[in-house]
């Protein structure tokens, strides 16, 4: 069966522990575009921090899509035009600020392709040098954020993390759900928004079945998109969580992991 698409996570899933696609890897996902497969991003990454890595694929010369901040923006390739959207509107995005900073976490979000930040953290950079995108300063988050934002992020100690994740349980409240993709990130967005739900969106706009369609991933926020595709395959560097959800559990990203699961279903 040829699967209708093929999306990949992109941390510590598509990309090495070098926070590169290794030439392997690259080279056989541009292959199996050149044979007629097609395959789509999805990714916590905001969009900048995801279009070269893209590009790098081919995917824009292939009609591809890339889901970025955890399904909030889904973006056509071949247009470079945003094809759905789910925001964080401006009272809610306060309320998130509120509670980084009840709670001691380093904030930030987006902006006009800058990440927007206040306070200092050692951990601080980590996001910065994931994505490629620059660091922007300011005094005050709810005073210099004044429009919807497609996620806001707190940022700490894994073990503190850990225990914030646990409590919320993937709700912040009524409005903005939450999940954790590095185990130092506590990410917001618009209740609702998911990898998984993304997918079903782009399903639905592009006529294609989700039981036909292979996802890799390896950490939280991949659960949602575990649950939506008929070949959920979990990265050998996986949390158990994704472990128990996949039909296959393949190499790790240091390893070529995804060719390698490709090529069994693949022939």
């Not at 709700?171 to 903005?176: A, Q, V, Y």
Request: charged residues 25%; negative net charge.
């Amino acid at each position: 069966m040829k699967p209708d698409l093929i999306i990949m996570d992109m941390d510590d899933t598509l990309m090495t522990s070098e926070n590169v696609v290794s030439e392997a890897t690259q080279q056989y996902l541009i292959d199996i575009q050149e044979a007629g497969y097609q395959i789509a991003l999805a990714s916590g990454r905001p969009i900048e921090g995801m279009v070269p890595v893209a590009q790098s694929l081919k995917m824009d010369q292939f009609n591809s899509y890339i889901m970025s901040y955890n399904g909030a923006k889904t973006i056509d390739l071949s247009t470079n035009k945003v094809v759905a959207s789910e925001l964080i509107q401006k009272e809610a995005f306060d309320e998130i600020i509120d509670y980084c900073r009840q709670h001691g976490l380093f904030a930030l979000t987006y902006k006009e392709g800058y990440i927007i930040y206040e306070g200092e953290h050692e951990y601080m950079s980590i996001e910065s040098e994931i994505t490629g995108l620059q660091m922007k300063k300011v005094d005050d988050l709810k005073a210099y954020i004044q429009e919807p934002v497609p996620k806001a992020m707190g940022v700490d100690y894994e073990a503190h993390i850990a225990k914030l994740s646990n409590v919320l349980n993937g709700h912040f409240n009524e409005d903005i759900a939450c999940t954790t993709s590095k185990p130092f990130f506590l990410e917001f967005m618009s209740k609702g928004v998911s990898k998984g739900k993304a997918i079903q969106d782009l399903a639905d706009r592009l006529n294609l079945d989700v039981n036909r369609m292979i996802a890799f991933g390896d950490s939280a926020n991949d659960k949602e998109m575990f649950d939506v595709v008929g070949t959920p395959i979990a990265m050998g560097n996986a949390i158990d969580l994704l472990k128990k959800r996949a039909t296959m559990i393949t190499k790790s990203h240091d390893e070529d992991g995804i060719p390698f699961a490709l090529k069994q279903y693949i022939k």
